[in-house]
Antibody, heavy 121, light 107 residues
């Protein structure tokens, strides 16, 4: 069974940092392109970041560029999102999601259950 | 970026009835359009990609159509599990963008 399990969410003060993790199982992680997608409370979905299987190609949404860093450890079947300089606008459920091909522009065929990040003083 | 506009925002349908809703792209996205279902408190689930190809394990009552800028998702006979939010997403232009969703509720 394919599983993507996010962790690391929580309450953080404005300006603070948080590191999210996504543990993958049941899929060939080291050949999978991975993404972070977020959903603010009561809102729609927003793509955040993409990383290729080798980590050679990385993209960010303009809203997080310069503040967030995506990374992966293929040996540990894990995806990460380091989030710095957090603001209230970053409050959301963060999902890790797989793209079915290695092309950077794709849909998302597998999703984790998400981890909630709340930025508040 | 490409703006995806979904309509209606809410659709009230009785179980067993047909539901049809739309997604319009602000630019030509070819056939690079996906649909997702999201039940409350759950992750999105891929229903349709390439505008009309059902994802793995998706029942045949879900069908997608359209191209360029106009797309439609049809659920032929609504089951209780189908009352949920539905999002479209384009992946033709960078960055990938989603619509704001259509909520299908019980009439």
């Amino acid at each position: 069974e394919v599983q993507l399990v996010e962790s690391g969410g929580g309450l953080v003060q404005p300006g603070g940092s948080l590191r999210l993790s996504c543990a993958a199982s049941g899929l060939t992680f080291n050949t999978s392109s991975m993404n972070w997608v977020r959903q603010a409370p009561g809102k729609g979905l927003e793509w955040v970041s993409y990383i290729s299987p080798s980590s050679r190609t990385i993209y960010y949404a303009d809203s997080v560029k310069g503040r967030f860093t995506i990374s992966r450890d293929n040996a540990k079947h894990s995806l990460y999102l380091q989030m710095n300089s957090l603001g209230a606008e970053d409050t959301a459920v963060y999902f890790c999601a797989r793209s079915p091909t290695t092309y950077y522009l794709d849909f998302f065929d597998m999703w984790g259950q998400g981890t909630m990040v709340t930025v508040s003083s | 970026e490409v703006v995806m506009t979904q309509s209606p925002a809410t659709l009230s349908v009785s179980p067993g009835e047909r539901a049809t809703f739309s997604c319009r792209a602000s630019q030509n996205v070819g056939g690079s359009l996906a649909w997702y279902q999201q039940r409350p408190g759950q992750a999105p689930r891929l229903l349709i990609y390439l505008a009309s190809t059902r994802g793995t394990g998706i029942p045949a009552r879900f069908s997608g159509s359209g191209s360029v800028t106009e797309f439609t998702l049809t659920i032929s006979s609504l089951q209780s599990d189908d009352f949920a939010l539905y999002y479209c997403q384009q992946y033709h232009h960078w960055p990938p963008t989603f619509g704001r969703g259509t909520k299908v509720e019980i009439k």
